[in-house]
């Protein structure tokens, strides 16, 4: 199992970088015309990195005990 310090910088990470996808997608759906492709791609990559964070943080709890 990974060192739990090391996970917990992985999921702040994560975190980071869902973020920074949230920023642009923000920008992108605010363009005239929006660009359906890209905001759909953002998304799926948004909701694979919040699906990864929900593993991190199972992680960094069974690595408490």
Do not use: S, W
């Not at 996808?21 to 605010?30: G, K, M, P, S």
């Not at 929006?34 to 690595?63: S, T």
Request: no cysteine; glycine share 2%; aromatic share 4%.
């Amino acid at each position: 199992m990974a060192d739990r310090f090391t996970l917990i910088a992985r999921k702040a990470a994560v975190r980071q970088h869902i973020g920074q996808l949230q920023r642009e997608l923000v920008q992108v759906q605010a363009k005239q015309p929006p660009a359906p492709h890209q905001i759909d791609r953002l998304q799926r990559q948004i909701e694979q990195l919040m699906a990864e964070e929900y593993n991190l943080r199972v992680a960094i709890d069974q690595a408490a005990r």
